[in-house]
């Protein structure tokens, strides 16, 4: 049994955080913190955790985190960074699901972020989550920067074709759809309900801060040669999940079905569906799953990639829970042996 | 471990039998049928269990169901009352989601379900599958009833107060509310996305099956005296979830609360909220639990109760799971470990 | 032409009326005012008004409401209460879409509402406008309180039955659903899409502002008779729409579809459908229908109304032009010929 | 007054064909058919048309189309091409809203459509009834070949870039996402709400019958040029709306904004956004606009383009009005003076 502390536990990858925790047999949840709800039993706010979850939200003072062998960050952007340092000092590991560690370039990080870095040392230290690629340094990791929902979907999607050199780097598409909880749990006009159902829309095409990430991890895919990367995001009247539908242009004649499934063969969390699939969103649903399926519409030298998650798992706090099993050497799968709900 | 087949797999209470299944440590899933698509995969049918069951739907014949400890009916009304009795003979005890031995009175089920009945002898052996109501004669059951979706939520909400006689019997109101799953995987006109999103209607006000189901429970509660009960169901919006609002006399004046609490104490799959609460459907998203509120509106002689559950869950499978948990000795909670999923 | 101005424009009812309003041949649009939003053109902030809406928010200084012949008021409750005597005094005539002159009753008011009233005296004078009670009041208005979204699905469902004196009055019900543009566009947590879909909830059961406007009005139409009213309100994932479903204990045998038809007859905005009917709220989406059905489910003592609107139009806007067609003499479907959008 | 017929008028674009000419000052509805429903009240299939139409269904033998101005048919494939000759040589003129006339090579149009082709020289004559790119021809069009809702959505996007030569043709990708309305009121269980909500998926990613079609719509803009093009359609959570991102790569550099805004410069139904505009689908809902923004992220030689229709509307039904006016001489806007219904 491990202790595990939560900092920031009143958003979405908060309370997803503590559904996958209160049944993971090798945990022990020893604090939550939220300072504007401390006292208040975590089951009062998220009722869906009425009989799994006892704890109450306590102050970050009062957490006793530095007892910790491993601290989640569910926090904004900007927080980690400035709290991490005396944590790891202490010996404790920890796992930031915010932005905070995912941008090696600082530069570029506080251009895209809008802030300056509190903690550069730790940034350079620290080990990007994506287990499919990075699984060995995960092992060791002190600092984890957990990816960021859309550069999970579409990262593992380009993989095989990147790392396999087949596509023209110069012009990759990603065109992503994400339901409405990946814009968090704050109270804003865009977001309600009688905004963003039963409509469609683009936003930030001009430039979303998940670019930079995403182009970060391909050109390393790439051995380091550049990537041209258009990134448009978009909102789909949908509570869970993200499906990203890639474009690549083929530079060379491959089966692609036998490159996907040799590359993520043995993966426990990449699926990859037979010929001529479409994944949909709900197969995954709830659960730590991406399923990609690969297509080259007739015939030609487009490669078209469908790769699914649901954002609050695979692309956030499932993914958390993936890396701190391999960070503490429990088996993969422990506590996200869920089967995806669906209807 | 005990051997389980499911008779009809291709509707949604048949899959999510299977999700909940899968991950049960005690059952050995050996078979589960359907004539149209013996043959198939059933994850080729279901993408979400792709990886998690490795079966094939095979037909009746080839189930080999005389050789499993239990076998769930997941088929339209009118199936299991043919089959039934066979497989009684051979020492399998039969759980049946449909409607064929939820109704005592045989006359009354041939007037509700427009056929005659092919079973009445099992139907006066067959036990009531609502475990906190009887839960000691489920234990021996051969043929168990599983209730319906709506008469689980609403008589689970009524029953402290039937039992304890503190309303008028004579004019119930039931309100319910539910999800588009409720409805079954049939392909037609009425549910499909475009005919239901965005909507909401009554339906059935003149009379809806479950009118009888919730009576007959009603009535057994209230110590065999009559009962006039008003049943109206909506289609809701929504895929899965139950939402019943009760409405009643108060005949005498009790703590409704501490009446609640007591009577649901100790049940595992009872959810009494405080004073004051709102239950919301989502809150039992895919777990078996039943989330009730009681309240006396500005201190009157009405009273008011909200119950809600996941109609899949604790409203189909997820209480047959139950049920047989109950009827093989397992931990009742076995396998119905589930954190709601929440958003 | 009236000249008429807004005061309000930024949110959901605003918007609305403006929808309505832009196709109005009577009338030109002379102000709509937003302290925030000042300067702004209106369309930049409702996108679908672009080339149908030209004008820009202007403040309340700045828009001359005085020279108007009708100022609608689309504000949060204890905005018009505070205005409405200057224009009255100028000969502009007020139409209040929100509760300010709801409740003759002042203490009552100021018990639900949590301020006290700034002008009892034109509370006094107003006039309540559900035309198919109050036309000829509403033609002379000087203040009209337009009805609340809730309190006009339920009052025109029970208007008969009450009317007519056939039904206990002791003990009504009303379970009313309404979609989630109904809590207006402020910016809060447990109307976010992700909080609100796919789920179903009651709120308020222990007490609604609705109620006592409710209760107010069927006092009236019960000749000044007390009237117990149970209501419970529910939050439904659609955009729009309210279903009111109504119980009352018979106390007389009539024919009630013939009660209804003969009320309702010549109105032009409450369709009583056949027998047996289940109005969706769809049927009446983003139109000025109420549409109704009455039953009597299994010839039983009990009566079930089924009431649908669009709590955006019926319930807000589109009723607020209807009372304002009255008042200045225009044919009362004028701007309101809409065909509802279905699916 | 002109005589309208209405062929099939049981789906989506029927009913919606319904919605709009039922308050178009220069129609008189004539007869709407229906094999199977022959004898009903269209408002009794359809509420929402109670009050605003009063026809019945009648067999196409009782329907006297030979005496109307215009028959529209909102059939499936394969229905038009069988009967519009015998109603053209009866001097009527044919709006077809399916894909009989869409495409001019015929073995093309077999392949996709999997039928022979009844009438090979009616597709020679028929005008493919895009207002603008096709005005003048429309204006005395004998068969107008009403577009598919995607290829309105995307040629309308690509327009002003193929026409003006900016963009390589080579490589052009359209990633567009429909409602589920798009697949029509046709019982399929994978249009259901439960299978279709709150998930979202891609389809036909191997071939889409609306990918000839618009590839020939490129072509003949670009002056007979070869077009690539990757076309991939995704089913979104929504009743309506078309959301078209469109990705092509800058041949030239030029002033993609005013390029834009000069090519639709008093079109009645394209709306070009201001640069950085995002349109949503609801700000066209029920309405026949077409919103489109362009986009050029980050300064790169990719061009991004955004266009939004509603797909009953500009998309099927409302563009077939539209193009009833052009050809009999209407205004254009006439009955489709809209105002979107947001929210």
Known sequence: ?????????????????????ARHPGVQ????T?????????????????????????TPQDAALEQCDVVFFATPNGIAMKQAAELVAAGVRVIDLAADFRIRDIAEWEKWYGMSHAAPDLVAEAVYGLPEVNRDKIRTARVLANPGCYPTAVQLGFLPLVEAGVVELSSLVADAKSGVSGAGRKAEVHTLFAEAADSFKAYGVGGHRHLPEIRQGLVRMAGDQAVGLTFVPHLTPMIRG????????????????ALFE???????????????SHPETRSVRASNMCRI???????????????????LVKGAAGQAVQNMNIMFGFDEMQGLDIVPVSP
Chains 1, 2, 3, 4 share one sequence.
């Open 29 to 32: 949840l020893t604090a939550i």
């Open 34 to 58: 939220s300072r504007g709800e401390a006292g208040m039993p975590v089951a009062d706010m998220f009722p869906s955790l009425r009989r799994r979850v006892d704890l109450k939200f306590v």
């Open 262 to 276: 040799t590359r993520f063969a043995g993966e426990p969390f990449v699926d990859v569906m037979p010929a001529g």
């Open 242 to 257: 993200i499906h990203a539908t890639l474009y690549g242009r083929l530079s060379k004649d491959v089966d692609l079905q």
């Open 1 to 21: 049994m491990i202790k595990v502390g939560v900092v920031g536990g009143t958003g979405y990858t908060g309370v997803e955080l503590l559904r996958l925790l």
């Open 293 to 311: 399926a690969v297509h080259r519409p007739q015939g030609g030298d487009t490669v078209v990639v469908l790769s699914v998650i649901d954002n």
